[in-house]
């Protein structure tokens, strides 16, 4: 990563979920990460691990829009699936303090998801 301006970390992060690459969201996710989903918080181990169990269903990431202003970014895409959900809007707000992601909160749909989780706990016991 050439640049480590807001939105190019923004765009980054979000590739590499879709890219299903965990080296890429250990170098650009901050050590003190704190993210927020649902309720609940994570640090950056339990973040990546979430992500990593979504990771079979996920066919890809599609960066719909992106909005910055100083160290804050939202992000808008669509979180492709295999699954019978498809395609899930997304939105991320996101922290980037020199060229890493220390905060995360993510809002999406969760009926719209389900069925996300539920083939993936099906797939689990196949």
């Given at each position: ?11 980054a ?5 879709g ?7 250990d170098?650009?996710l901050?050590d ?11 640090d950056?181990?339990a ?8 990771m079979?269903?996920?066919?890809r990431?599609?960066?719909?829009e992106?909005?910055t ?7 808008v895409?669509?979180f ?11 939105v ?8 890493r992601?220390?905060q995360?909160e ?7 998801f389900?069925p ?11």
């Amino acid at each position: 990563m050439a640049s480590t301006d807001t939105e190019t970390v923004a765009k980054a992060y979000i590739q590499a979920v879709g890219a299903h690459d965990p080296d890429a969201l250990d170098r650009l996710l901050d050590d003190q990460l704190r993210a927020e989903f649902a309720g609940s918080t994570s640090d950056k181990e339990a973040w990546i691990t979430a992500l990593k169990r979504l990771m079979p269903a996920l066919v890809r990431d599609e960066i719909r829009e992106v909005f910055t202003g100083g160290e804050r970014a939202c992000i808008v895409y669509d979180f492709v699936t295999d699954t019978s959900a498809g395609a899930v809007r997304c939105v991320e707000l996101l922290t980037v303090v020199d060229g890493r992601v220390t905060q995360i909160e993510l809002l999406l749909d969760r009926a719209a998801f389900a069925p996300v989780n539920a083939e993936l706990a099906e797939r689990a016991t196949r």
